[in-house]
């Protein structure tokens, strides 16, 4: 019994003595851990690498009106989106700010458009307008597709803008034309505007321009306001119901209406954009739907999961044959007054 305890009381002495000691050896300056560096060392190259590049540009001297965080510009519109992308109006930004920043970052522009059948009587209003108005100052890349290019009028555009007419299929639907702009945009974006574009817009060629529309428009995923439907509530709206097409969007879902009219952001973005609605046009095509608005369907849905960064208002595309309401300070871009049954057949 007395040897068990005199065991007992040595195995204690002899735990508190390595214990001091191992004290005692840890905080002595002369320890040095495991490098930790070495530990966390990567077998391969960083995945990702910020450019700490140490240049960067300066504004000129501008004198312009200063802003005040109590006094908003617009208190009559909805100015930012639940996701906190700008929504654009006249009165709410300063194109000359905006113009002395753009111009340092020396972007092109491109904007496709489709004149097919007897849409081509179109080029001559769309072009010279745009030529005034669109992107002044700024590399503008025109992609004029159509079915007649030696019908093409000969428009003298700004130096910094460029003409391209590239020959495209005709369709006999008018419908077949409009659910295949967004297969051919993808395919031009792959094969050559990724080389040759910062930003790609796409637009309709029945428009014509009345006021500026400037760098205001430049983000990474563009989406304009339909004028038709801006005040309408969602479930009210033209959405796509039936859940057999892709481009259906349940009910107590969606944000705004988007115009298939005026759309666009930087190339890659575009690039996603029209590839998945273009793979929704053929999924739906295989199973003998067709989209209550055909592309205009299919981008709503994909604007509704992949938010835009940025959205223009009515005033980006105002319908004609409407009213034009106080909000609507300026028309920057409107559709022509035709007749739909004799251009479309």
Known sequence: MVMKKVLILGGILMAGIIGYFSIQHINQTSWEPVSIQHISQPSCQPVRQTDLNENFSVLPRMSYRQPFVDKPQRTDVLLMSPW?????WEGTFNRDILNAQYRQKNFVVGVATFAV????????????????????????????????????????LAPEKRL???????????????????????????????????????????????????????????????????????????YERR????????????????????????????YKLTTACFKGVTEDRANGIEAKWHEESHLNKYLLYHKPT?????????????????IIRVKRLSSVRKDLKEVRF
């Open 84 to 88: 906190l992308a700008p929504i654009v």
């Open 117 to 156: 059948k007897k849409y081509i009587r179109f080029i001559e209003g769309f072009l010279g307008s745009a030529n005034k108005f669109f992107l002044s100052g700024h590399r503008v890349n025109f992609y004029l597709f159509t079915d007649n290019p030696e019908k093409v009028p000969s428009i003298k």
């Open 164 to 238: 391209f007419i590239i020959p495209v299929q005709n369709y006999s639907r008018w419908q077949d034309i409009s659910m295949n702009r967004m297969d051919i945009i993808s395919n031009h974006i792959r094969s050559h505007w990724r080389y040759e574009v910062d930003y790609l817009y796409s637009m309709d060629i029945d428009v014509q321009m009345f006021e500026h529309i400037g760098v205001e428009i430049i983000d990474t995923l563009v989406g304009t306001i339909s004028s038709w439907l801006y005040t309408t509530p969602r479930d009210s709206n033209s």
């Open 243 to 270: 859940p057999e097409s892709r481009a259906a969007i349940p009910r107590g879902e969606g944000d705004f209406y988007y115009a298939a009219s005026f759309y666009g952001g930087s190339v890659s973005e575009v």
């Open 310 to 326: 940025r959205l223009l208002s009515p005033e980006y595309y105002w319908d004609e044959e409407l009213i034009r309401p106080r």
